[in-house]
């Protein structure tokens, strides 16, 4: 009896070890992603960086909790709003950066930008530029794997603002019917460019969106990172199984206008405010862990080294040399 009650005890010691382990790797993550968003803001302010630039500032606990749900071979695709979906699929901040600053050394050569970066190695298949394109190519994806009869599952990734666009509802009803293998992750964050959801939609619970088909769905607070973590696992087990897809509504906010030219006058600073006191990803993730007896050095040793990461990846961008003239010419045909 004693024994088993030892063995008791070293279980949930190590399963706590665990947990603490796992939210401690979240927690920088998240933080590298905040940081390394600040620094673009910083960049592009500066002019470095041109075109469009969306900030993922606030909502960075959805991306980080899906990634710890997903396993190698698994694969994500979003829209415009990815530089904290590239971080946390693993891709290199300094690439990154450098794709965002147009620079040779950037993950598409310098010709993406902010909106348009791909990874091969990492099943990272883009941000889009067009309102719910990934969510049909985040099916075919899905229908992919289907068709080679791999466990593989596609996160496919969108807003509320595409959550009622035509090629939403045409993907959910392919999903369905063939089952396949695609967890669709609708970030809310409250607003389409400035339009709030409550003038937008009359679906009031987006993860009912999906019922039509058979879909089965969840809200989930995109502000706890273990929340998405949970969740995420159920969904991706439920489509791992051969249950076809599963949409999840993470209830999420970003802090940012809708871009770096958004001046966000369409909501109260009140409401920004009362976001970042009371619901930030990041800080309630640093609370859980000095609740698990981590302690103030840990965490600022992980500020410090993200602060340096990133400082890194911004002066690899500066240096990278722009994409010599012929690059026009590439990437543009492939040759049957």
């Given at each position: 009896m004693a024994q088993a009650a030892g063995r008791s005890r070293r279980g949930k010691k190590q399963e706590a070890s665990a947990d603490r382990d796992a939210l401690l790797q979240a927690y920088r993550m998240m933080v590298l992603i905040r940081r390394f968003e600040e620094r673009a803001g910083q960049l592009y302010g500066m002019g470095l960086i041109g075109?469009?630039?969306?900030?993922?500032?606030g909502q960075e606990a959805v991306v980080v909790g899906m990634k710890m749900a997903i396993e190698d071979g698994d694969e994500v695709i979003t829209s415009y709003r990815d530089h904290g979906h590239m971080l946390a699929s693993g891709m290199d901040p300094r690439g990154v950066m450098a794709e965002l600053t147009g620079r040779r050394d950037g993950y598409s050569h310098g010709k993406g930008g902010s909106m348009h970066m791909?990874?091969?190695?990492?099943?990272?298949?883009?941000?889009?530029?067009?309102?719910?394109?990934?969510?049909?190519?985040?099916?075919?994806?899905?229908?992919?794997?289907?068709?080679?009869?791999?466990?593989?599952?596609?996160?496919?990734?969108?807003?509320?603002?595409?959550?009622?666009?035509?090629?939403?509802?045409?993907?959910?009803?392919?999903?369905?019917?063939?089952?396949?293998?695609?967890?669709?992750?609708?970030?809310?964050n409250r607003y389409g460019m400035g339009t709030s959801i409550d003038r937008?939609?009359?679906?009031?619970?987006?993860?009912?969106?999906?019922?039509?088909?058979?879909?089965?769905?969840?809200?989930?607070?995109?502000?706890?990172?273990?929340?998405?973590?949970?969740?995420?696992?159920?969904?991706?087990?439920?489509?791992?199984?051969?249950?076809?897809?599963?949409?999840?509504?993470?209830?999420?906010?970003?802090?940012?206008?809708?871009?770096?030219?958004?001046?966000?006058?369409?909501?109260?600073?009140?409401?920004?405010q009362d976001m970042r006191e009371h619901h930030d990803s990041i800080q309630q993730a640093r609370q859980k862990l000095e609740g698990m007896g981590v302690d103030e050095a840990m965490l600022k040793s992980i500020e410090d080294e993200v602060r340096a990461q990133v400082q890194q990846a911004a002066e690899f961008a500066q240096q990278s040399p722009e994409p010599e003239a012929s690059e026009l010419y590439t990437d543009v045909l492939l040759e049957g």
């Open positions: 075109g469009f630039c969306h900030l993922y500032i791909f990874s091969k190695e990492r099943n990272f298949f883009g941000g889009h530029g067009i309102v719910g394109a990934q969510v049909s190519l985040g099916t075919g994806l899905a229908f992919s794997n289907w068709y080679r009869g791999n466990d593989r599952v596609s996160l496919t990734y969108f807003g509320e603002g595409a959550s009622n666009q035509g090629q939403t509802f045409e993907s959910f009803n392919l999903a369905a019917l063939m089952k396949l293998p695609v967890v669709y992750i609708i970030e809310n937008a939609s009359a679906s009031k619970d987006l993860s009912k969106n999906g019922a039509p088909w058979g879909i089965p769905g969840m809200q989930v607070d995109g502000m706890d990172v273990l929340a998405v973590r949970d969740a995420g696992m159920h969904a991706v087990a439920h489509c791992r199984a051969g249950n076809g897809p599963y949409l999840l509504e993470m209830k999420t906010y970003r802090y940012r206008g809708h871009s770096m030219s958004d001046p966000a006058r369409y909501r109260t600073r009140e409401e920004v």
